[in-house]
């Protein structure tokens, strides 16, 4: 490539064509610099990870169920290597268990005798290799694989994930939760049961929660009106009761109407929620543009968002303030630290979806800790204590609101196969909500 124009030079056309040129190729080369993938590991790491010679012998999927209170099955893939390190990963979905384990499965004739540390290649060979890609089956698939191989690289290296990811962004991540250990009185129903919650949540140490703040009848039908005022009065009554510097996460969940979000986060305005999170749905980026134009209120999207494309534009036009990618449904952490990066140029916040089992979780936190911008976490019902046997045991350290960095090779969690033979795979019986009138609604 030509050299730069000197500061005394010209700027003629043909220079300018030089000038920007150089100037494109430097700009990708440091983005480039900025994603995840064995490649970009430090030359000594590559090489140790290569002397092992690893290759992957196989993959096996276990789908869990839940519980009855659940309508998940949690999915898990472990892959084998010759040397005897296994990785593991996770693709749940709701609904769509054995069918993200079938899509797994397909991976594996591809994946034997495949080189585990050759991340980046083999997840742009299962994105693009079969052509018809992205989506959220796929997507959740490819997540729990990749997921798993960041894993083996770990474990090969001696060193947690977020350690080959860039390294600590800072000390702990910040995180929520949805439970409290306190006692709650048992004579309590509704809205009160929800308040006393959200009090015992703070009174446990913890800095924020979220739900979802629009009231459905218990047969799941949702009258809009009634939806909005009773959801407001609820969020009012609960910053009365945790106070002004408690983060209240407000999700709608893709339930509203157009006409509802606006509003819904117009209301919520005088009550200062951290967020509100999923007020439209995916598909048109004109409709949440009309919701941004309508309220001051900070939003949050993108946990059903499956490749950085969307995210792309929805930060480039600044939608919202927050983006959600979820680890899992993302494709793992090669893709969620591109979206991340993209997120960053444009000063976005990360806010990770992450409802799922404990090794999502860890996956999170792998990816906060490494990530600048990925300062808030969500937690999900795995930390009860109901689900140790499960992980042989294996929490994240939590230190007043704040989780603590895995120091484990790799993920740093183990399934417990026995434990997961107990709950084998269960068909969960979904329905739709719907309006007064009968007609179906978003879920």
């Known amino acids: 490539m030509p050299p730069l124009p000197s500061p005394q030079q010209p700027l003629t056309t043909f220079n300018r064509r030089q000038f920007f040129a150089k100037s494109a190729a430097l700009s990708v080369a440091g983005a480039a610099a900025t994603l995840p993938g064995s ?46 390190i296994v990785g593991l990963g996770e693709g749940t979905m709701t609904g769509k268990g054995r069918t993200v384990a079938a899509a797994i499965e397909e991976h594996e004739r591809y994946l034997v005798s495949k080189d585990p540390t050759d991340i980046e290649y083999l997840w742009q060979a299962m994105f693009r290799g079969p052509r018809y890609r992205g989506g959220p089956i796929l997507m959740s698939a490819l997540g729990a694989i990749d997921i798993a191989l960041w894993d083996i690289l770990g474990q090969a290296l001696g060193v947690p994930i977020w350690k080959l990811l860039g390294g600590r962004a800072r ?118 543009a009309h919701i941004r134009s309508h309220t001051n209120v900070p939003l949050a999207v993108g946990e059903r968002i499956t490749t950085k494309y969307p995210f792309a534009e929805i930060c480039a036009r600044h939608l919202a303030d927050y983006v959600q990618p979820d680890i899992v449904h993302c494709g793992g952490f090669t893709e969620v630290k591109k979206i991340a990066a993209i997120a960053d140029a444009f000063r976005i916040e990360v806010l990770p979806h992450n409802p799922n089992s404990r090794v999502c979780t860890f996956a999170s936190v792998h990816l906060c800790m490494s990530t600048p911008n990925a300062t808030v976490l969500e937690t999900s019902g795995s930390e009860r204590e109901r689900w140790d046997d499960l992980f042989s045991g294996t929490r994240i350290d939590y230190q007043g609101t704040f989780a603590m960095p895995p120091t484990k090779p790799g993920l740093g969690i183990e399934l417990n196969e026995k434990e997961a033979a107990r709950h084998p795979y269960q068909p969960k019986h979904w329905s739709s909500l719907k309006f007064p009138d009968g007609a179906i609604h978003d879920r």
């Not at 030359?43 to 209170?69: H, P, Q, Y």
């Not at 910040?174 to 009160?192: C, N």
Request: hydrophobic share 40%.
């Open 171 to 288: 000390d702990k991540v910040k995180v929520y939760v949805k439970h409290t250990v306190q006692p709650i009185d048992p004579s309590l129903k509704g809205e009160d049961k929800i308040i006393a919650t959200w009090a015992g949540i703070k009174k446990d140490g913890w800095s924020g929660s979220k739900m979802v703040f629009l009231h459905k009848e218990p047969d799941g039908t949702l009258n809009p009106p009634e939806a909005i005022r009773r959801g407001i009065d609820l969020l009012r009554r609960l910053r009365e009761a945790v106070g002004p510097d408690f983060d209240i996460h407000v999700d709608l969940h893709g339930q509203a109407t157009t006409p509802m979000a606006v509003d819904f986060c117009r209301k919520a305005e005088p009550y200062h929620p951290f967020v509100v999170e999923e007020p439209s749905q995916l598909e048109d980026l004109g409709e949440l």
């Open 39 to 84: 490649r970009l590991l430090a030359a000594d790491k590559v090489d140790a990870a290569k002397a092992l010679n690893l290759k992957i012998t196989g993959l096996k999927t276990f789908v869990v169920d839940t519980g009855a209170d659940s309508d998940e099955n949690y999915v898990f893939v472990k892959i084998y290597t010759n040397r005897g």
